[in-house]
Protein backbone atom coordinates (compact mmCIF):
# COMPACT_ATOMS: atom_id res chain seq x y z
CA UNK A 1 0.00 0.00 0.00
CA UNK A 2 1.49 2.89 -1.14
CA UNK A 3 -0.03 6.43 1.12
CA UNK A 4 -0.21 9.63 -1.00
CA UNK A 5 -1.30 12.71 0.66
CA UNK A 6 -3.87 14.26 -1.10
CA UNK A 7 -1.54 17.66 -0.66
CA UNK A 8 1.00 16.20 -3.66
CA UNK A 9 -2.38 15.74 -5.95
CA UNK A 10 -3.69 19.48 -5.26
CA UNK A 11 0.14 20.98 -6.00
CA UNK A 12 0.61 19.04 -9.10
CA UNK A 13 -3.12 19.81 -10.38
CA UNK A 14 -2.69 23.37 -9.69
CA UNK A 15 0.51 23.52 -12.24
CA UNK A 16 -1.48 21.65 -14.53
CA UNK A 17 -4.44 23.88 -14.04
CA UNK A 18 -1.83 27.10 -14.72
CA UNK A 19 -0.13 25.38 -17.56
CA UNK A 20 -3.49 24.84 -19.16
CA UNK A 21 -4.94 28.09 -19.07
CA UNK A 22 -2.30 29.57 -21.72
CA UNK A 23 -1.56 26.56 -23.99
CA UNK A 24 -2.76 24.74 -26.56
CA UNK A 25 -1.68 20.94 -26.68
CA UNK A 26 1.29 20.28 -29.37
CA UNK A 27 -1.06 18.13 -31.01
CA UNK A 28 -3.86 20.69 -31.49
CA UNK A 29 -1.04 23.35 -32.39
CA UNK A 30 0.40 21.05 -35.50
CA UNK A 31 -3.41 20.32 -36.32
CA UNK A 32 -4.30 23.90 -36.51
CA UNK A 33 -0.54 24.55 -38.13
CA UNK A 34 -1.52 21.73 -40.74
CA UNK A 35 -4.52 23.44 -41.41
CA UNK A 36 -3.99 27.09 -42.04
CA UNK A 37 -1.28 25.85 -44.23
CA UNK A 38 -3.71 23.59 -46.35
CA UNK A 39 -7.11 25.69 -46.29
CA UNK A 40 -8.02 26.99 -49.18
CA UNK A 41 -11.09 29.43 -47.83
CA UNK A 42 -9.91 32.99 -47.97
CA UNK A 43 -11.85 33.65 -44.63
CA UNK A 44 -11.05 30.93 -43.08
CA UNK A 45 -7.76 30.17 -43.90
CA UNK A 46 -7.22 34.33 -42.41
CA UNK A 47 -9.00 33.23 -39.30
CA UNK A 48 -6.66 29.92 -38.61
CA UNK A 49 -3.67 32.39 -39.15
CA UNK A 50 -5.80 34.54 -36.36
CA UNK A 51 -5.92 31.62 -33.66
CA UNK A 52 -2.08 30.92 -34.08
CA UNK A 53 -1.18 34.62 -33.54
CA UNK A 54 -3.37 34.40 -30.80
CA UNK A 55 -1.75 31.24 -29.16
CA UNK A 56 1.51 32.89 -29.37
CA UNK A 57 0.16 36.21 -27.89
CA UNK A 58 -1.27 33.83 -25.06
CA UNK A 59 2.03 32.34 -24.15
CA UNK A 60 3.68 35.78 -24.69
CA UNK A 61 2.28 37.44 -22.00
CA UNK A 62 1.31 34.63 -19.89
CA UNK A 63 -2.62 35.43 -20.80
CA UNK A 64 -5.45 32.46 -20.96
CA UNK A 65 -5.49 31.65 -24.58
CA UNK A 66 -9.07 31.99 -24.68
CA UNK A 67 -11.47 33.62 -22.27
CA UNK A 68 -13.76 30.63 -21.95
CA UNK A 69 -11.19 29.04 -19.30
CA UNK A 70 -14.05 26.29 -18.90
CA UNK A 71 -15.42 24.29 -16.45
CA UNK A 72 -12.51 22.04 -15.05
CA UNK A 73 -12.78 18.67 -15.79
CA UNK A 74 -10.51 16.34 -13.56
CA UNK A 75 -10.10 12.33 -14.60
CA UNK A 76 -7.89 10.34 -11.93
CA UNK A 77 -7.49 6.87 -12.47
CA UNK A 78 -6.12 5.41 -8.86
CA UNK A 79 -4.39 2.58 -8.39
CA UNK A 80 -6.33 0.05 -5.76
CA UNK A 81 -2.78 -0.10 -4.11
CA UNK A 82 -3.05 3.79 -3.34
CA UNK A 83 -4.22 4.81 0.09
CA UNK A 84 -5.37 8.48 0.01
CA UNK A 85 -4.07 10.79 2.98
CA UNK A 86 -4.99 14.18 4.19
CA UNK A 87 -7.10 16.45 3.00
CA UNK A 88 -10.76 14.92 1.15
CA UNK A 89 -9.76 14.08 -2.68
CA UNK A 90 -12.70 16.34 -3.84
CA UNK A 91 -11.93 19.11 -1.22
CA UNK A 92 -8.15 19.47 -2.15
CA UNK A 93 -9.23 19.22 -6.07
CA UNK A 94 -11.92 22.39 -5.75
CA UNK A 95 -8.93 23.62 -3.91
CA UNK A 96 -6.48 23.22 -6.09
CA UNK A 97 -8.81 24.82 -8.77
CA UNK A 98 -9.85 27.41 -6.89
CA UNK A 99 -5.96 28.81 -6.77
CA UNK A 100 -5.05 28.28 -9.96
CA UNK A 101 -8.37 29.99 -11.32
CA UNK A 102 -7.32 33.34 -8.77
CA UNK A 103 -3.61 33.01 -9.62
CA UNK A 104 -3.68 32.92 -13.28
CA UNK A 105 -6.53 35.55 -13.59
CA UNK A 106 -9.01 32.93 -15.38
CA UNK A 107 -12.06 33.54 -15.71
CA UNK A 108 -14.61 32.38 -13.33
CA UNK A 109 -17.19 30.76 -15.19
CA UNK A 110 -19.45 28.31 -12.53
CA UNK A 111 -22.91 29.38 -11.58
CA UNK A 112 -25.85 27.76 -9.77
CA UNK A 113 -27.76 26.20 -12.54
CA UNK A 114 -31.54 28.04 -11.61
CA UNK A 115 -30.29 31.33 -10.23
CA UNK A 116 -27.22 31.49 -12.18
CA UNK A 117 -25.52 32.67 -9.11
CA UNK A 118 -21.82 32.74 -10.04
CA UNK A 119 -20.18 30.77 -7.47
CA UNK A 120 -17.01 32.91 -7.83
CA UNK A 121 -14.06 30.60 -7.90
CA UNK A 122 -15.18 28.33 -10.73
CA UNK A 123 -15.59 25.36 -8.02
CA UNK A 124 -16.63 22.98 -7.81
CA UNK A 125 -14.87 20.90 -10.51
CA UNK A 126 -16.09 18.24 -12.08
CA UNK A 127 -14.05 15.09 -10.43
CA UNK A 128 -14.42 11.74 -11.68
CA UNK A 129 -12.70 8.73 -10.58
CA UNK A 130 -11.53 5.28 -11.63
CA UNK A 131 -10.27 2.66 -9.74
CA UNK A 132 -7.79 0.47 -11.47
CA UNK A 133 -4.32 -1.91 -10.73
CA UNK A 134 -1.36 -0.76 -9.28
CA UNK A 135 0.09 1.78 -6.66
CA UNK A 136 -0.20 4.94 -9.06
CA UNK A 137 -2.60 8.20 -9.85
CA UNK A 138 -2.78 9.08 -13.33
CA UNK A 139 -4.33 12.72 -13.42
CA UNK A 140 -5.57 14.00 -16.56
CA UNK A 141 -6.99 17.72 -16.30
CA UNK A 142 -9.30 19.33 -19.19
CA UNK A 143 -10.79 23.00 -18.91
CA UNK A 144 -13.86 22.32 -20.75
CA UNK A 145 -15.61 25.95 -22.25
CA UNK A 146 -19.43 25.97 -23.06
CA UNK A 147 -19.25 27.61 -26.65
CA UNK A 148 -18.65 24.04 -27.66
CA UNK A 149 -19.93 21.81 -25.08
CA UNK A 150 -23.78 23.68 -25.55
CA UNK A 151 -23.61 21.97 -29.04
CA UNK A 152 -23.15 17.89 -27.92
CA UNK A 153 -25.61 15.43 -28.18
CA UNK A 154 -26.16 12.07 -26.91
CA UNK A 155 -28.58 9.75 -28.75
CA UNK A 156 -29.52 6.37 -28.69
CA UNK A 157 -29.74 4.54 -31.75
CA UNK A 158 -30.65 0.86 -32.19
CA UNK A 159 -29.05 -1.28 -33.05
CA UNK A 160 -29.54 -1.63 -36.67
CA UNK A 161 -28.66 1.44 -37.36
CA UNK A 162 -25.05 0.05 -36.92
CA UNK A 163 -21.97 1.94 -38.12
CA UNK A 164 -23.52 3.96 -40.84
CA UNK A 165 -25.83 5.31 -37.75
CA UNK A 166 -23.03 5.83 -35.45
CA UNK A 167 -21.15 7.92 -38.39
CA UNK A 168 -24.29 9.94 -39.29
CA UNK A 169 -25.12 10.91 -35.58
CA UNK A 170 -21.34 12.14 -35.48
CA UNK A 171 -21.76 14.23 -38.84
CA UNK A 172 -25.14 15.58 -37.93
CA UNK A 173 -23.91 16.74 -34.40
CA UNK A 174 -20.91 18.99 -36.18
CA UNK A 175 -23.67 19.79 -38.89
CA UNK A 176 -26.06 20.85 -36.15
CA UNK A 177 -23.60 23.02 -34.65
CA UNK A 178 -22.81 25.28 -37.72
CA UNK A 179 -20.57 28.54 -36.87
CA UNK A 180 -21.84 28.52 -33.01
CA UNK A 181 -19.11 25.79 -31.43
CA UNK A 182 -15.71 27.61 -32.83
CA UNK A 183 -14.65 25.37 -35.32
CA UNK A 184 -12.52 23.40 -36.58
CA UNK A 185 -14.10 21.55 -33.88
CA UNK A 186 -12.08 18.35 -32.18
CA UNK A 187 -14.85 15.22 -31.59
CA UNK A 188 -14.94 13.08 -29.21
CA UNK A 189 -17.39 10.34 -29.46
CA UNK A 190 -18.52 7.69 -26.78
CA UNK A 191 -20.02 4.47 -28.34
CA UNK A 192 -22.08 1.72 -26.29
CA UNK A 193 -22.20 1.32 -22.59
CA UNK A 194 -25.15 3.02 -20.70
CA UNK A 195 -26.83 6.45 -21.33
CA UNK A 196 -24.10 7.57 -18.24
CA UNK A 197 -20.98 5.91 -19.65
CA UNK A 198 -21.71 6.46 -23.38
CA UNK A 199 -21.46 10.51 -22.26
CA UNK A 200 -18.60 9.74 -20.50
CA UNK A 201 -16.53 7.84 -22.99
CA UNK A 202 -16.76 10.61 -25.42
CA UNK A 203 -15.04 13.16 -23.12
CA UNK A 204 -12.43 10.77 -22.26
CA UNK A 205 -11.85 10.40 -25.68
CA UNK A 206 -11.14 14.42 -26.04
CA UNK A 207 -8.42 13.29 -23.66
CA UNK A 208 -6.35 11.66 -26.46
CA UNK A 209 -4.10 13.55 -28.66
CA UNK A 210 -5.69 15.49 -32.19
CA UNK A 211 -4.63 13.05 -34.79
CA UNK A 212 -4.43 9.82 -32.68
CA UNK A 213 -6.71 6.93 -33.51
CA UNK A 214 -8.20 3.91 -31.79
CA UNK A 215 -6.17 0.78 -31.57
CA UNK A 216 -8.95 -1.21 -32.86
CA UNK A 217 -9.42 -1.30 -36.37
CA UNK A 218 -12.83 -1.15 -36.93
CA UNK A 219 -13.47 2.22 -34.06
CA UNK A 220 -10.29 3.63 -36.36
CA UNK A 221 -11.82 3.45 -39.72
CA UNK A 222 -14.77 5.26 -38.29
CA UNK A 223 -13.33 7.70 -37.01
CA UNK A 224 -11.57 7.80 -40.07
CA UNK A 225 -15.16 8.13 -42.69
CA UNK A 226 -16.23 10.45 -39.89
CA UNK A 227 -13.81 13.00 -39.97
CA UNK A 228 -13.63 12.86 -44.27
CA UNK A 229 -17.31 13.27 -44.21
CA UNK A 230 -17.19 16.66 -41.68
CA UNK A 231 -14.86 18.02 -43.57
CA UNK A 232 -17.14 17.74 -46.80
CA UNK A 233 -19.62 19.79 -44.73
CA UNK A 234 -18.00 23.13 -45.87
CA UNK A 235 -18.29 25.19 -42.22
CA UNK A 236 -14.54 25.34 -42.21
CA UNK A 237 -13.00 27.47 -39.34
CA UNK A 238 -15.76 29.71 -37.91
CA UNK A 239 -18.31 28.96 -40.26
CA UNK A 240 -16.50 31.02 -42.72
CA UNK A 241 -17.07 28.04 -45.47
CA UNK A 242 -13.64 26.07 -45.95
CA UNK A 243 -11.68 22.53 -45.91
CA UNK A 244 -11.54 22.16 -42.21
CA UNK A 245 -14.35 21.81 -40.22
CA UNK A 246 -12.98 19.50 -37.88
CA UNK A 247 -9.24 18.74 -36.70
CA UNK A 248 -10.01 14.86 -35.99
CA UNK A 249 -12.73 12.55 -34.15
CA UNK A 250 -11.47 10.52 -30.76
CA UNK A 251 -13.83 7.72 -30.31
CA UNK A 252 -14.20 5.61 -26.94
CA UNK A 253 -15.94 2.20 -26.92
CA UNK A 254 -17.39 -0.15 -23.98
CA UNK A 255 -19.77 -2.84 -24.63
CA UNK A 256 -23.41 -2.31 -24.48
CA UNK A 257 -27.14 -3.69 -24.19
CA UNK A 258 -28.43 -6.38 -26.74
CA UNK A 259 -31.23 -3.73 -26.64
CA UNK A 260 -29.17 -0.34 -27.32
CA UNK A 261 -26.70 1.33 -29.23
CA UNK A 262 -25.69 4.96 -27.34
CA UNK A 263 -24.32 7.26 -29.35
CA UNK A 264 -22.42 10.36 -27.47
CA UNK A 265 -20.78 13.43 -29.75
CA UNK A 266 -19.29 15.80 -27.17
CA UNK A 267 -17.67 18.76 -29.46
CA UNK A 268 -14.57 20.54 -28.72
CA UNK A 269 -13.60 23.89 -29.89
CA UNK A 270 -10.53 24.41 -31.64
CA UNK A 271 -8.93 25.26 -28.32
CA UNK A 272 -7.66 22.25 -26.91
CA UNK A 273 -6.02 22.10 -23.41
CA UNK A 274 -5.08 19.31 -21.52
CA UNK A 275 -2.71 18.49 -19.27
CA UNK A 276 -1.65 15.19 -18.11
CA UNK A 277 0.63 13.65 -15.16
CA UNK A 278 1.14 10.79 -13.28
CA UNK A 279 2.25 10.39 -9.03
CA UNK B 1 -9.01 45.41 -44.54
CA UNK B 2 -10.92 48.43 -43.47
CA UNK B 3 -10.37 50.79 -40.54
CA UNK B 4 -13.41 51.61 -39.02
CA UNK B 5 -13.70 54.58 -36.01
CA UNK B 6 -17.22 53.38 -33.58
CA UNK B 7 -19.86 54.72 -33.72
CA UNK B 8 -20.20 53.79 -37.45
CA UNK B 9 -22.22 56.50 -39.38
CA UNK B 10 -25.40 55.46 -41.81
CA UNK B 11 -22.65 56.08 -44.62
CA UNK B 12 -20.13 53.92 -43.36
CA UNK B 13 -22.72 50.87 -42.60
CA UNK B 14 -23.64 50.58 -46.05
CA UNK B 15 -20.53 50.66 -47.64
CA UNK B 16 -19.66 47.74 -45.80
CA UNK B 17 -20.69 43.78 -47.90
CA UNK B 18 -20.85 40.82 -45.31
CA UNK B 19 -17.13 39.02 -45.82
CA UNK B 20 -15.58 42.32 -45.35
CA UNK B 21 -12.75 42.26 -42.95
CA UNK B 22 -12.53 45.32 -40.91
CA UNK B 23 -10.62 46.68 -37.48
CA UNK B 24 -12.57 48.61 -35.53
CA UNK B 25 -11.52 51.15 -33.40
CA UNK B 26 -13.19 52.83 -30.33
CA UNK B 27 -15.99 52.49 -27.49
CA UNK B 28 -18.15 49.09 -27.63
CA UNK B 29 -20.12 47.38 -24.50
CA UNK B 30 -19.80 43.80 -23.45
CA UNK B 31 -22.67 42.58 -22.30
CA UNK B 32 -24.03 38.22 -22.81
CA UNK B 33 -26.47 35.98 -21.46
CA UNK B 34 -27.21 37.32 -17.77
CA UNK B 35 -27.07 41.24 -18.66
CA UNK B 36 -29.14 41.17 -21.72
CA UNK B 37 -32.09 39.41 -19.32
CA UNK B 38 -31.70 42.48 -16.65
CA UNK B 39 -31.43 45.19 -19.87
CA UNK B 40 -35.04 43.47 -20.77
CA UNK B 41 -36.20 43.46 -17.66
CA UNK B 42 -35.14 47.08 -16.77
CA UNK B 43 -36.99 48.37 -20.57
CA UNK B 44 -39.95 45.90 -19.41
CA UNK B 45 -40.46 48.10 -16.26
CA UNK B 46 -39.77 51.04 -18.64
CA UNK B 47 -37.13 52.35 -16.30
CA UNK B 48 -33.93 53.82 -17.88
CA UNK B 49 -30.39 51.51 -18.48
CA UNK B 50 -27.73 52.61 -16.47
CA UNK B 51 -25.42 53.19 -19.63
CA UNK B 52 -27.12 54.63 -23.50
CA UNK B 53 -28.13 52.34 -25.37
CA UNK B 54 -28.77 54.50 -28.85
CA UNK B 55 -25.99 53.69 -31.32
CA UNK B 56 -23.86 51.29 -28.88
CA UNK B 57 -21.99 48.66 -30.17
CA UNK B 58 -22.81 45.58 -28.02
CA UNK B 59 -19.79 42.38 -28.04
CA UNK B 60 -21.29 39.22 -26.87
CA UNK B 61 -18.04 38.32 -24.73
CA UNK B 62 -17.20 37.34 -21.13
CA UNK B 63 -13.61 38.62 -20.31
CA UNK B 64 -11.09 37.35 -17.99
CA UNK B 65 -9.78 39.79 -15.31
CA UNK B 66 -6.59 41.94 -16.09
CA UNK B 67 -3.94 41.30 -15.14
CA UNK B 68 -2.05 43.84 -12.73
CA UNK B 69 -0.72 46.40 -15.55
CA UNK B 70 -2.63 45.22 -18.12
CA UNK B 71 -6.40 46.97 -19.46
CA UNK B 72 -8.15 43.82 -19.88
CA UNK B 73 -7.51 39.52 -19.75
CA UNK B 74 -8.42 37.76 -22.70
CA UNK B 75 -11.58 39.02 -23.84
CA UNK B 76 -13.00 36.76 -27.55
CA UNK B 77 -16.51 36.77 -28.85
CA UNK B 78 -19.04 34.04 -27.33
CA UNK B 79 -21.80 32.34 -28.97
CA UNK B 80 -24.30 35.11 -30.32
CA UNK B 81 -27.26 33.01 -30.98
CA UNK B 82 -27.68 32.63 -27.31
CA UNK B 83 -28.44 35.90 -27.41
CA UNK B 84 -31.15 35.62 -30.57
CA UNK B 85 -33.91 36.74 -28.43
CA UNK B 86 -32.76 39.68 -27.29
CA UNK B 87 -31.33 41.35 -30.29
CA UNK B 88 -34.13 42.07 -32.24
CA UNK B 89 -35.68 44.05 -29.45
CA UNK B 90 -32.45 46.35 -29.00
CA UNK B 91 -32.12 46.96 -32.14
CA UNK B 92 -35.50 48.85 -32.38
CA UNK B 93 -34.34 50.19 -29.57
CA UNK B 94 -31.35 52.04 -31.35
CA UNK B 95 -28.87 49.22 -31.27
CA UNK B 96 -26.17 50.32 -32.99
CA UNK B 97 -24.83 46.51 -34.01
CA UNK B 98 -22.93 43.77 -32.42
CA UNK B 99 -20.43 41.73 -32.35
CA UNK B 100 -20.06 38.10 -31.60
CA UNK B 101 -19.31 34.44 -33.01
CA UNK B 102 -21.48 32.48 -35.41
CA UNK B 103 -24.92 32.83 -36.71
CA UNK B 104 -27.95 34.22 -35.61
CA UNK B 105 -31.55 33.51 -36.18
CA UNK B 106 -33.74 34.66 -39.33
CA UNK B 107 -35.28 37.33 -36.68
CA UNK B 108 -32.00 39.37 -36.14
CA UNK B 109 -30.93 39.77 -39.92
CA UNK B 110 -34.63 40.95 -40.15
CA UNK B 111 -34.19 43.54 -37.97
CA UNK B 112 -30.43 44.36 -38.46
CA UNK B 113 -32.31 45.18 -42.08
CA UNK B 114 -34.84 46.85 -40.19
CA UNK B 115 -32.60 49.12 -38.65
CA UNK B 116 -29.69 49.40 -41.26
CA UNK B 117 -27.44 47.91 -39.15
CA UNK B 118 -24.35 45.28 -38.99
CA UNK B 119 -23.83 42.32 -37.03
CA UNK B 120 -19.66 41.38 -36.90
CA UNK B 121 -17.62 38.10 -36.14
CA UNK B 122 -15.21 38.19 -33.83
CA UNK B 123 -12.52 35.46 -34.17
CA UNK B 124 -13.65 32.86 -31.65
CA UNK B 125 -11.09 31.24 -29.61
CA UNK B 126 -8.46 34.42 -30.45
CA UNK B 127 -8.83 35.55 -26.37
CA UNK B 128 -5.64 37.01 -25.60
CA UNK B 129 -5.27 39.04 -29.29
CA UNK B 130 -8.94 40.65 -28.58
CA UNK B 131 -7.59 41.23 -24.71
CA UNK B 132 -4.62 42.97 -26.38
CA UNK B 133 -7.02 45.39 -28.80
CA UNK B 134 -8.37 46.56 -25.39
CA UNK B 135 -6.64 49.61 -24.14
CA UNK B 136 -9.46 50.24 -20.95
CA UNK B 137 -11.97 48.68 -19.30
CA UNK B 138 -14.55 50.25 -17.09
CA UNK B 139 -17.28 48.54 -15.33
CA UNK B 140 -20.67 50.08 -16.06
CA UNK B 141 -23.38 47.63 -14.50
CA UNK B 142 -24.27 44.74 -12.83
CA UNK B 143 -20.62 44.69 -11.36
CA UNK B 144 -22.27 41.50 -9.13
CA UNK B 145 -22.57 39.34 -12.57
CA UNK B 146 -18.82 40.11 -12.72
CA UNK B 147 -17.14 38.32 -16.08
CA UNK B 148 -21.07 38.60 -17.36
CA UNK B 149 -21.18 42.41 -16.24
CA UNK B 150 -21.68 45.31 -18.80
CA UNK B 151 -17.85 46.95 -19.41
CA UNK B 152 -17.27 49.60 -21.52
CA UNK B 153 -14.20 49.19 -23.44
CA UNK B 154 -11.89 51.38 -25.66
CA UNK B 155 -10.49 49.05 -29.09
CA UNK B 156 -7.96 49.86 -31.30
CA UNK B 157 -7.69 47.94 -34.45
CA UNK B 158 -10.43 45.60 -33.22
CA UNK B 159 -10.10 42.80 -36.08
CA UNK B 160 -13.55 41.45 -37.04
CA UNK B 161 -15.44 40.37 -39.93
CA UNK B 162 -18.80 41.37 -41.64
CA UNK B 163 -21.29 38.52 -40.52
CA UNK B 164 -24.65 39.90 -41.79
CA UNK B 165 -24.62 43.31 -43.87
CA UNK B 166 -27.57 45.73 -43.60
CA UNK B 167 -28.98 44.40 -46.94
CA UNK B 168 -29.72 40.71 -46.16
CA UNK B 169 -26.14 39.32 -47.04
CA UNK B 170 -24.06 36.55 -45.20
CA UNK B 171 -21.25 35.33 -44.72
CA UNK B 172 -22.68 32.04 -43.09
Given at each position: ????????I?E????????????????C???L??A????????????????L????????Y?M??????????????I????????????????G???????D???????????????T??????V??????????I?????????????????V????????????????????I?????C?PV????????????????A???????????????D??????????K????????????????????N??????????L?V???????????????? | ??K?????G??T???L??G??V??????????D?????????L?????????L????????G??????G??????????????D??????????????I?????????QK????????Y???????????????????C???????????Y??E???F???V??????????
Amino acid sequence: MRKIDTSIIAEKLYGMALRAGVNLTPSCRAALESAAESESGEAAKFALKTILENSKTAAEYGMPVCQDTGMAVVIMEIGQDVHLVGEQLKVAVDGAIRRAYADGYFRKSVCDPITRQNTGDNTPAVLHTEIVEGDRIKISYLPKGFGSENMSRLVMLKPAQGVDGIISTIVDTVKIAGSRPCPPVVVGVGIGGSFDTCAYLAKKALLRDVGSANPRGDIARIECEALQKINQLNIGCQGFHGDVTALGVNCEWAPTHIAGLPVAVNIQCHCVRCEKAVI
Amino acid sequence: MKKLNLPLGEDTILSLKAGDSVLLSGTILTARDCAHKRICEILDRGEKLPFELEGAIIYYAGPCPAKPGMASGSCGPTTSSRMDSFAPKLLDLGLGGMIGKGEMSAEVQKALVRNKKVYFAAIGGAGALYGRAIKKSECVAFADLLSEAVYRLEVVDFPAVVAYDSFGNSIY
